[in-house]
């Protein structure tokens, strides 16, 4: 444990140079003491690392030092190579494979078999089912801005219109959901989840991102989500399906849900329906899951959805 401790700490201090033994300390969970009784042992051994006390002080790698060591054990390149061996979200597949390239050939030579095994025998698919992937040409714009913490100014259309508006953001990061990318940025004050596949065109801007120092772009993310799925109360819909396609109405309806369904599903009575309490988003999308099912389905409640309901078969009787 000591020895894998020991190599975690050279490799942080080789990316950041200079770290404070307390944020080295967080990083391994391990005591400032523990930290600086590793420090003398890296040097003891010849690494030309040194510390400094006092509130500007810290652990120091000497500028220019490299090591080649990776670090990995066999089970962490299994899982490296696991994870992303095979399949990635759009933009920068080439880029991930010249990587594990080189991750592959800097492993020991003992550990190399188990990481190609785990590549040729696991494929991890980012994308959701009857989903189609994904168009994103300005991805690259986009990345570009992240990484450079410059402004953007999209072209950008939204789910609920087909004309797209000029937008200038400042971005956070980026995120890759189902295989779909988005980008978390500030606009108008307030922070923003914006579909890549919906951004027409993007243009970086000679102004630097407003990005506060020390965002937590996985706690903003949670926020975002929390938003989005806690969206109201939703509609409460009771209803009888045939049992034969209880699950099916379940699976197709779990993006629509507020809350998710009963399980397990209760069985049938006699006339072969099972009875549902399921709590929709919206009446819209209980409304649009719903009809697909015609005779199969039979909506106990509410008045509204039963009305909606008999209004779009009327619709659809008078088009056809």
């Given amino acids: 444990m000591r020895a894998d401790r020991l190599l975690a700490e050279l490799l942080l201090l080789q990316a950041h140079g200079t770290l404070s033994a307390a944020r080295l300390a967080a990083e391994l969970e391990v005591s400032e003491r523990t930290v600086y009784r590793d420090m003398e042992a890296l040097s003891a051994a010849g690494v030309p690392v040194y510390t400094e006390r006092g509130r500007k002080g810290g652990c120091s790698l000497l500028p220019g030092y490299r090591t080649d060591v990776t670090g990995l054990t066999e089970a962490e390149a299994r899982a490296l190579f696991m994870f992303t061996g095979r399949g990635a979200p759009a933009g920068g597949e080439a880029e991930l494979r010249q990587a594990l390239r080189k991750v592959l050939t800097a492993l020991p030579e003992q550990h190399r078999p188990a990481a190609q095994a785990a590549r040729d025998r696991v494929v991890v698919d980012p994308g959701a089912w009857h989903q189609p992937v994904d168009d994103v040409p300005q991805l690259a714009t986009v990345q570009e801005a992240v990484w450079q913490t410059r402004r953007l100014r999209l072209r950008y259309r939204s789910s609920d219109t087909y004309q797209a508006k000029t937008v200038t953001v400042d971005p956070y990061g980026l995120l890759v959901k189902t295989g779909r990318w988005y980008l978390i940025a500030r606009s108008g004050g307030a922070e923003r989840l914006y579909r ?30 929390g938003q989005f799925e806690n969206r109201g109360a939703g509609v409460a819909v009771r209803l009888k399906v045939r049992a034969a396609e209880a699950a099916r109405l379940v699976r197709l309806s779990a993006r629509q849900l507020a809350e998710p369904a009963p399980e397990p599903l209760p069985g049938p009575d006699r006339a072969g329906f099972v009875t549902l309490d399921l709590r929709y988003v919206a009446l819209g999308a209980a409304r649009a899951t719903l009809a697909g099912f015609g005779g199969d389905v039979v909506v106990l409640g509410p008045d509204e959805l039963r009305e ?11 088009r056809y």
């Fill in 308 to 318: 909606a309901l008999v209004e779009l078969a009327r619709d659809i009787l008078a």
């Fill in 196 to 225: 890549l596949s919906r951004v027409e065109d993007a243009a970086l801007l000679d102004e630097p991102a407003d990005r506060p120092p020390g965002t937590d772009l996985e706690a903003l993310w949670r926020e975002l989500r």
